[in-house]
């Protein structure tokens, strides 16, 4: 079945340290984009990625970095910089005209 | 800016009961809108959308929505709801390239 697989589920982090969040999709999408669910704010664009080996600041990219390597592929690193990292985190893709996403189970990071 | 207001953070109903939603979006060009369901453990999933032609959509699990344009509104509605429909419900648009901005969601919860 086609889909989108994010991993891992739940993730746990220290303070101070980079963790990478994986999403793979087999859907042969060409767009791919992060999304931070937090509760009462929705779901806020951090970055996306319209084809390969490019990919563009959402609304709120400070403290994470992106590559888009491989077409089924969209790994997000949450970097030391991030303020505020604990937070569950969505994995989509679409087709090229964007319209109707398709999203991943998601992963929920806890810096401890 | 471009940005999607859903009116109801949560929503308390009796199962049977009647349901609306309110969305609203400010954006002046052509806007493809959505909404998406995220019931409790499970993806986001997309509910319905609309494009162009008939202002009235059927969705999955007899919801609907209606297009105003006059009034930039996509309110979700459904005639009577069950205790299976609570879940979050996320409004949202696309109104340009392959950006879709969400709303914050709204809580639905029917009690059996």
């Known amino acids: 079945d086609g889909g989108i697989t994010q991993s891992p589920k739940y993730l746990f982090r220290k303070e101070g340290q980079n963790v990478t969040l994986s999403c793979e999709q087999n859907?042969?999408?060409?767009?791919m984009y992060w999304y931070r669910q937090d509760p009462g704010q929705g779901l806020r664009l951090i970055y996306y990625s319209q084809i390969v080996n490019d990919f563009q600041k959402g609304d709120i990219a400070e403290g994470y970095s992106v590559s888009r390597e491989k077409k089924e592929s969209f790994p997000l690193t949450v970097t030391s910089a991030q303020k505020n990292p604990t937070a569950f985190y969505l994995c989509?893709?679409?087709?090229?005209?964007?319209?109707?996403?398709?999203f991943g189970s998601g992963t929920r990071l806890t810096v401890v | 800016a471009q940005s999607v207001s859903q009116h109801n953070h949560h929503v308390i109903l009796s199962e049977a009961a009647s349901l609306e939603l309110g969305c609203n979006y400010s954006?002046?060009?052509?806007?493809?809108l959505f909404w998406y369901v995220q019931y409790p453990g499970q993806h986001l999933q997309l509910l319905l959308k609309?494009?162009?032609?008939?202002?009235l959509v059927k969705g999955i699990k007899g919801f609907e929505a209606e297009f105003i344009k006059s009034k930039f509104s996509f309110n979700l509605r459904k005639p009577s709801v069950q205790w299976s429909d609570t879940a979050e419900y996320f409004c949202?648009?696309?109104?340009?390239?392959?950006?879709?901005?969400f709303g914050a969601g709204t809580r639905l919860f029917v009690k059996a």
């Open positions: 949202a648009a696309l109104t340009g390239g392959f950006k879709t901005i």
């Open positions: 989509a893709s679409s087709p090229q005209d964007g319209v109707g996403y398709t």
């Open positions: 609309y494009f162009s032609g008939d202002p």
């Open positions: 859907l042969n999408h060409d767009a």
């Open positions: 954006y002046g060009g052509t806007v493809n």
